[in-house]
T-cell receptor, first 118, second 113 residues
Framework: ETGVTQTPRHLVMGMTNKKSLKCEQH?????MYWYKQSAKKPLELMFV???????ENNSVPSRFSPECPNSSHLFLHLHTLQPEDSALYLCASSQDLAGGEANTGELFFGEGSRLTVL | GIRVEQSPPDLILQEGANSTLRCNFS?????LQWFHQNPWGQLINLFY???GTKQNGRLSATTVATERYSLLYISSSQTTDSGVYFCAVDLRYSGAGSYQLTFGKGTKLSVIP
């Protein structure tokens, strides 16, 4: 148990469906992340939210839409996905100790949501 | 962007053996972390180690930042050590609370009884 919970753990969807992945962190962190892990490829950073504002979008297609309503929750809305989007989607969080001070640097991951697009 | 190379890509060990995993990176970094991903996909942070040496039980890690590499040592390996070990780095010194870690492809470790 890392303090980061993702639901659902498994999701199968058609190319025309709309679904959402949910992430909740119970660690009091103020930064949250979405990563994608495909077979045979390194983990890829998709989105970063710090203090509920998006600070990074690594050229992710618009069919992936993140939402961060507060510092504890992060969503990834999915629509009109492609079969190549099938992957393990991992949520993570980290803590900013204070502005300008060094962070501990640790990233805490959830167990992931395994997505299959048919 | 920064390149992160891990070796070996695959490693099979007899239970009780020791091993060393290596991570080379192409630029100076301010954040380096080692993770273990178990067979069910869960990633666990092992070490935050941008420089120096740390130990945690049977695991230890050393980063030589000036030479751009880090080593993860596993001693007296157990079957529960099986999984994929990732090295991840970030160039930036972050005071804003967020990181942009670049991951290596990992070392897949199999410990057999």
């Amino acid at each position: 148990e890392t303090g980061v919970t993702q639901t659902p753990r498994h999701l199968v969807m058609g190319m025309t469906n709309k679904k959402s992945l949910k992430c909740e962190q119970h660690l009091g962190h103020n930064a949250m992340y979405w990563y994608k892990q495909s077979a045979k490829k390194p983990l890829e950073l998709m989105f970063v939210y710090s203090l509920e504002e998006r600070v990074e979008n690594n050229s992710v297609p618009s069919r992936f839409s993140p939402e961060c309503p507060n510092s504890s929750h992060l969503f990834l809305h999915l629509h009109t996905l492609q079969p190549e989007d099938s992957a393990l989607y991992l949520c993570a969080s980290s803590q900013d100790l204070a502005g300008g001070e060094a962070n501990t640097g640790e990233l805490f991951f959830g167990e992931g949501s395994r997505l299959t697009v048919l | 962007g920064i390149r992160v190379e891990q070796s070996p890509p695959d490693l099979i060990l007899q239970e009780g053996a020791n091993s060393t995993l290596r991570c080379n990176f192409s630029d100076s970094v301010n954040n380096l972390q080692w993770f273990h991903q178990n067979p069910w996909g869960q990633l666990i942070n092992l070490f935050y180690i941008p420089s120096g040496t740390k130990q945690n039980g049977r695991l230890s890690a050393t980063t030589v930042a000036t030479e751009r590499y880090s080593l993860l040592y596993i001693s007296s390996s157990q079957t529960t050590d099986s999984g994929v070990y990732f090295c991840a780095v970030d160039l930036r010194y972050s005071g804003a609370g967020s990181y942009q870690l670049t991951f290596g492809k990992g070392t897949k470790l199999s410990v057999i009884p």
